[in-house]
């Protein structure tokens, strides 16, 4: 198994930057993509970004293209999601998650992840 921890949400104020960290240990060596989903109220968790093992492939929502990145460290078993230019709608709690899937494109769906977080609150105010 993998277990992932999240930490570092938080209330912001809008247009303000917020960083994501996930630590996983456990059977790591599975974990060929890692990814963050969030979920607002009264909505379906949704993908948010995802990157591969080697750290050279991503794939980013529409929503947040261009605002937020995400990184890893492969060293610590550490991945993030900085989130800059935040905005009202960004507000959801934020899970991380790994998935075993074998192939050249980044997961980017639920269903592809096998382990997730416990999730953390980010709220931000307009």
């Known amino acids: 198994q993998v277990q992932l921890v999240e930490s570092g949400g938080g209330l912001v104020q809008a247009g303000g930057s917020l960083r994501l960290s996930c630590a996983a240990s456990g059977r790591t060596f599975s974990a060929l993509h890692m990814g963050w989903f969030r979920q607002g109220p009264g909505k379906e968790r949704e993908f948010v970004a995802a990157i591969n093992w080697s750290g050279d492939n991503t794939a980013y929502a529409d929503s947040v293209k261009g605002r937020f990145t995400i990184s890893k460290d492969n060293a610590n078993n550490t991945f993030y999601l900085q989130m800059n230019s935040l905005k009202p709608e960004d507000t959801a709690v934020y899970y991380c998650?790994?998935?075993?899937?074998?192939?050249?494109?980044?997961?980017?769906?639920?269903?592809?992840?096998?382990?997730w977080g416990q999730g953390t609150q980010v709220t931000v105010s307009s």
């Open positions: 998650a790994t998935s075993p899937v074998f192939r050249r494109t980044v997961a980017t769906m639920k269903g592809d992840y096998n382990y």
